[in-house]
């Protein structure tokens, strides 16, 4: 089984920070490309930004120059560092790995059961 656990979600203030962590476990060969999507009431989930194994980043367009993305491959944990938050950033944060379990098997994508992330103005 594989497992993805996110934390460091909460309550802050606009123009706080917050720093999410995720951490992959289980029976795992090797990951790809591991994000954050984050969905806010009413509304669909929408990807926030994702890291491929070789350190390439993806953002959305309404978080660049405010979040970073990072991770560490030996750890199997992927980070998002939250600056200046508002208070549109409020939302549930998941967590995404696309993971082989063993070598020559298929990727699968996994999701974290999220973390709430609160702006208030």
């Known amino acids: 089984q594989v497992q993805l656990v996110e934390s460091g979600g909460g309550l802050v203030q606009a123009g706080g920070a917050l720093r999410l962590s995720c951490l992959a476990s289980g029976s795992i060969f090797s990951i790809n490309t591991m994000g954050w999507y984050r969905q806010a009431p009413g509304k669909q989930r929408e990807l926030v930004a994702s890291?491929?194994?070789?350190?390439?980043?993806n953002y959305a367009d309404s978080v660049k120059d405010r979040f970073t993305i990072s991770r560490d491959n030996a750890k199997n944990t992927v980070y998002l560092q939250l600056n200046s938050l508002k208070p549109e950033d409020t939302a549930v944060y998941y967590c995404?790995?696309?993971?082989?379990?063993?070598?020559?098997?298929?990727?699968?994508?996994?999701w974290g059961q999220g973390t709430q992330v609160t702006v208030s103005s």
């Open positions: 995404n790995a696309v993971i082989q379990r063993v070598r020559y098997g298929s990727r699968n994508n996994y």
């Open positions: 890291i491929t194994s070789g350190g390439s980043t």
